[in-house]
């Protein structure tokens, strides 16, 4: 989808936070710089720290040169950038807050398009949305849209307590669920290439597919998150969410036309056919980790970090085996996995294809949609070694440097922010996932509650991750592609 220039403005609440200054400030700046931001674009930060406008745009500028994709600054992007000193509990703050919107928007003549982006705990939602409506920021003339971030909640219970108090204030078309593995493009590929290769759809099916593995290892140890990872584990920040997002992407029939209904629709049938998991389940199908220092001293132990229990419990590493129960998928497995403080880092999607019993090739012929650390489909392939008999060669195909070496890959925070001022929701998740994904994520919550205490610290920095989440695969006879 081109992205037309576009403006509007962003109540940025949680500026000065990690997410605001790694991915957001950046991704604004990016659109602005590629010119996708109109000159009617403003943007309020808002936290409870004293800055000026100055200083906040100091901060900005900061944030950019660190963040992703950055070469050089677009200094304007710097002047649409305003600050609000703001504690969202008191409703004085938001009153002032909404002064400084209106003069914002009167001085860049920005379009009646509001964005509230929630980049803050989510106990702050209620006295936010409150004081917002309290101040009358959203009686202003114009869209109201929010966008709040991943996990929604904790559980499938305190995900409808936010959303009840989040449609006192907006419309349900109004919520927009963050989730920005669906903004990648190399998520989107997948869809579009099973579009565009009637070779690709032919084959997306159990009888060419042997099993599907999405993993999304990670080099980064928990480094400064200790308290938020303390509450929520690799189950809640990555599984709930990107895997099963992705999964719901991958697996889904092919909707008769790319709309944002037809796409919904088809993911919720994906999410709705994975089925809850018993406690016996999750003994067999879900392999947990947490991580202890490294041999070299370049990794500390996760109960090592800051603000992590020194006796914690809380998963860096989670890998499961799940089934979509549609004729599409019987007896394929699907195969995911993530973990921090590992010796692989990459995000892909391993499309295992069949062999059949002639071939005597070791290495399975497989289709590869990346996005790190190269963009594009690989293929593996078997090919006849020249001069000899039948003997299989196995061959890389890609990804193609060709085509993609120069291309601009956004940033999937820069799609989905101009996604949400253009009012497009394709790429966001719906609330009826966000519901599976938790009905699915329970499930195995609880199933970790019955069981006994995870043997923690089990797989040790700069390695592949517990040695039983190889064992989840080869009792099936498959195997974890490895890409070192
Ligand atoms: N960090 C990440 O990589 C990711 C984060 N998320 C989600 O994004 C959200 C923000 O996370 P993150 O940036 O890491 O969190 P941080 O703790 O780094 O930032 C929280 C922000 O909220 C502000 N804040 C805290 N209390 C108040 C208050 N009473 N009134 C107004 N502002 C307040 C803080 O600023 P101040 O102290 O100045 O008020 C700060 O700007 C969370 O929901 C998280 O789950 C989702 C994906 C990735
Ligand atoms: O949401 C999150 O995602 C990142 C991984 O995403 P990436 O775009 O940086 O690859 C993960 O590191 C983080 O723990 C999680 O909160």
Redesign the pocket.
Known sequence: MSKKPIGGLIVLFGATGDLSSRMLLPALHQLYQRGKLSENFALVGASRKEMTDEEFQEFARTSVENGTNFEKFEEEFFNHCRYQTTDNIKLEDLEKLREKMELTAKEFETPEEYIYYYSIAPELYDETTTNLQKAHITELSGNHRVIVE?PFGDSLETAEEYHKLLLKEFDQEDIYFMD??PGMDFIQNVLASRFFNPLIEGIWNNQFIENVQIS?P?N?SIGT?GSFYEENGALY??FQ??LLQILSIVAMELPSELTANAIHEEKLNVLKNVPTFTKEQVEQKVVRGQYKADSEGKYNSYRGEDHVDSDSDTDTYIAAELTVDAPRWQGVPFYVRTG?ALIEDY?AIDVMLKSTDAVTSDVASRMSFMA?PAYGISLVLNQKMPNNAYEPITTFIGPDKETFGEQYVAD?YENMIHDALAGDRTYFTTYTEIKEQWRITDSIAAAWEEMDRPDFPNYRANTFGPIEAEDLLTKNHHEWVKRI
């Open positions: 991943k920005h593995f999304l990670e980064l998150r920040d990555m969410n990107h921090k995000i790190k999937p």
